[in-house]
């Protein structure tokens, strides 16, 4: 029977990003190769800084159109110094355009330990990171950073500048069953933690109300509770194990708690994250009628342009983004699995007497690719 087959695109973009991507690519062969009925064609694309340098736009109308047709896209990172200064274009603004274009409404960044030999790594004390196990889901395309905004000079106050953060019913909605349905993907279902500020904004009031009808009228069996984002903070580095299970939150709120779960684990290298258009879909990629979710997967590092071209970059965050979109866009869980375990197992591989498979940012020497070779290595005897 032939392999059922799904188009991935690839965008290596700057930095670092063309490092990491290539490790992230030889998994996503090794399970397209070895599957007996799945076949995973990649396709690289222009993006960012490179896309600039060549075409003069960071997201050319080809990577668009090749985007807008992927089941998924995998991509490394963009930007750097070259563009920053005296560029009209960013490659940054490649990133927003494509996230507008496809509809990427919400994002999510899990922050665990993928294995407990990192806790050394943890800015917080053992005992207080150990156990953490956190999704942030983050609403992207709505709130402050898309309402109306005027800067300064609007009579009759000139000495005043403001921003308008707007939500509306569906867009809760849509992102509330984003998160129900991960709560629910795992076994027993995870408990839902809705972060606002409904003491003080009209928003988060809305916010509040429609993520408790959404959840009592579809999904009545999750346990949800609520948070005032000041409180949050604290409790995420005080005692973080209280957060443990999915966070909701809207785009401002998600912006600042993501960036400050993502500390925890110790290294900005291990972390994946997926922007979807859609809620992941319950159903395999094998079963009748299948549409993936279309989503971007991406590590939560930026370029890293201070160690760029050397090998040395840890590419975790992007391999893990690989099976979070195995395990979203297609509903390959079981591959998705796969790779977290071959990620755990090198990780805490001790046979050279040491931790001995870690990369500069953890305290090692290993480069890139051979992290890569022995990840590789692993997850083809886990297949
Ligand atoms: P951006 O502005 O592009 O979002 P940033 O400037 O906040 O990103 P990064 O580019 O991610 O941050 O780099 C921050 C620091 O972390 C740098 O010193 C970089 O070398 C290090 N770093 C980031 N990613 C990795 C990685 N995958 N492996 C090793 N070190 C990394
Ligand atoms: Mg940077």
């Given at each position: ?16 990003g ?5 490790e ?9 190769a ?25 997201l ?33 603004q ?34 207080v ?15 402050a ?7 300064l ?8 500048a ?69 409180s ?6 005080a ?8 966070i ?74 690989a099976?979070?979109l ?23 591989d ?34």
């Open positions: 029977m032939a392999k059922k087959s799904f188009r991935i695109v690839v965008l290596p973009g700057d930095g670092i063309p490092e990491v991507i290539a992230a690519v030889r998994v996503l062969e090794v399970i397209s070895t599957s007996p009925d799945i076949e995973l064609k990649l396709e690289s694309h222009l993006f960012g800084g490179c896309a600039i340098d060549e075409t003069g736009q960071p050319p109308d080809s990577t668009l159109q090749a985007c807008k047709e992927a089941d998924a896209i995998l991509m490394g990172s963009v930007g750097g110094p070259k563009w920053d200064v005296n560029s009209k274009v960013r490659p940054e490649g990133l927003l355009g494509l996230r507008k274009a496809l509809g990427l409404y919400a994002n999510i960044r899990p922050a665990n330990f993928a294995s407990d030999a990192l806790l050394a790594y943890s800015p917080l004390k053992t005992h990171a150990q156990g953490v196990d956190i999704i942030v889901i983050r609403e992207l395309i709505g709130g950073y898309f309402g109306e905004r005027k800067e000079g609007v009579a009759p106050k000139e000495d005043t403001y921003d308008t953060m707007i939500y509306s019913v569906a867009e809760v909605q849509r992102i509330t069953r984003v998160a129900a349905q991960i709560a629910l993907s795992a076994n027993p279902p995870l408990p839902v933690h809705s972060i606002d500020k409904a003491n003080v904004l009209a928003s988060s009031r809305l916010w509040r109300k429609v993520v408790i009808e959404t959840l009592q009228t579809e999904y009545p069996q999750l346990k949800l509770d609520h948070m005032l984002v000041d949050a903070s604290m409790v995420m580095v005692s973080p194990r209280k957060l443990n299970g999915v909701v939150t809207e785009n401002l709120f998600g912006d600042i708690l993501s960036d400050e779960v993502s500390v925890i684990p110790g290294s900005l290298g291990l972390l994946p994250s997926a922007s979807l258009a859609g809620a992941p879909s319950v159903a395999d990629a094998l079963s009748p009628n299948f549409k993936p979710t279309p989503g971007l997967y991406e590590p939560i590092h930026g370029s890293a342009p201070d160690i760029a071209g050397q090998g040395i970059a840890n590419p975790i965050g992007t391999i893990l983004s099976a979070m195995l395990r979203y866009s297609l509903g390959l869980d079981r591959y998705a699995q796969a790779i977290e375990n071959a990620v755990r197992k090198v990780l805490d001790k046979s050279q007497g040491g931790f001995e498979l870690r990369t500069a940012d953890l305290g090692g020497k290993v480069k890139t690719t051979e992290i890569g070779d022995k990840i590789v290595e692993v997850l083809k005897g886990l297949l």
